[in-house]
């Protein structure tokens, strides 16, 4: 069983930044993949970016490319998230997710934390 907790998220003004962090636990994470998906009411959980566990293969959504950073320390397997130049419509709930393919969809993901509040005032 996989653990994972979000934190980090808050409200900030346009322009901010914040950076959200999820903590993983549970069986070993060799060979995963950790993404970040959002969602708004009504909508389907959009990605936003994945990262293999050892680095190096990060993709981004052409929505914040340039804005965000993905990455994953491996001794503390936390997952984090830098968000900067926020805008209003990155207004959602984040939420970070464990799977073992190379996958912007949010089917390939296994286990997922409970979700951060992100709030962006324009």
């Known amino acids: 069983q996989v653990q994972l907790v979000e934190s980090g998220g808050g409200s900030v003004q346009a322009g901010g930044s914040l950076r959200l962090s999820c903590a993983a636990s549970?069986?070993?994470?060799?060979?995963?993949?950790m993404a970040w998906f959002r969602q708004t009411p009504g909508k389907e959980r959009e990605f936003v970016a994945l990262?293999?566990?050892?680095?190096?293969?990060?993709f981004y959504a052409d929505s914040v490319k340039g804005r965000f950073t993905v990455s994953f320390d491996n001794p503390k397997n936390t997952l984090y998230l830098q968000m900067n130049n926020l805008k209003a419509e990155d207004t959602a709930v984040y939420y970070c997710?464990?799977?073992?393919?190379?996958?912007?969809?949010?089917?390939?993901?296994?286990?997922w934390g409970q979700g951060t509040q992100v709030t962006v005032a324009s």
């Open positions: 997710a464990r799977g073992s393919q190379y996958e912007s969809h949010a089917r390939a993901y296994e286990d």
């Open positions: 549970g069986r070993p994470f060799s060979r995963t993949v």
């Open positions: 990262t293999r566990w050892r680095g190096g293969s990060e």
